[in-house]
């Protein structure tokens, strides 16, 4: 069984930064894939950022430039930091991760972007 325990969340002022962890305990086999989706009040979800355990990384368009995604692989723990936000990010953060064949999810973390 596989757990994913997501923290960081929070009310942040635009311009702001916040950074989200994500760790893993359970059976992880290598090579594994871990990644930041959010989900904004009636909208679809969206891929923030992802990468693998051997640091390959992909950006959703919305983080390009202001977020960045990184993993402690001792720790299997991945963060995003995230900078200059925008209310536009105001989302629920969820962290995915999938390893032998199987795909899990955290609980899930608000954040909110607002003055």
């Known amino acids: 069984q596989v757990q994913l325990v997501e923290s960081g969340g929070g009310l942040v002022q635009p311009g702001g930064s916040l950074r989200l962890s994500c760790a893993a305990s359970g059976s992880i086999y290598s090579p594994y894939f871990m990644g930041w989706y959010r989900q904004a009040p009636g909208k679809q979800r969206e891929l923030v950022a992802t990468i693998t355990s051997e640091s390959t990384v992909y950006y959703g368009d919305s983080a390009k430039g202001r977020f960045t995604i990184s993993i402690d692989n001792a720790k299997n723990t991945v963060y995003l930091q995230m900078n200059r936000l925008k209310p536009a990010d105001t989302a629920v953060y969820s962290c995915?991760?999938?390893?032998?064949?199987?795909?899990?999810w955290g609980q899930g973390t608000q954040v909110t972007v607002s003055s």
């Open positions: 995915a991760l999938i390893t032998g064949g199987s795909t899990y």
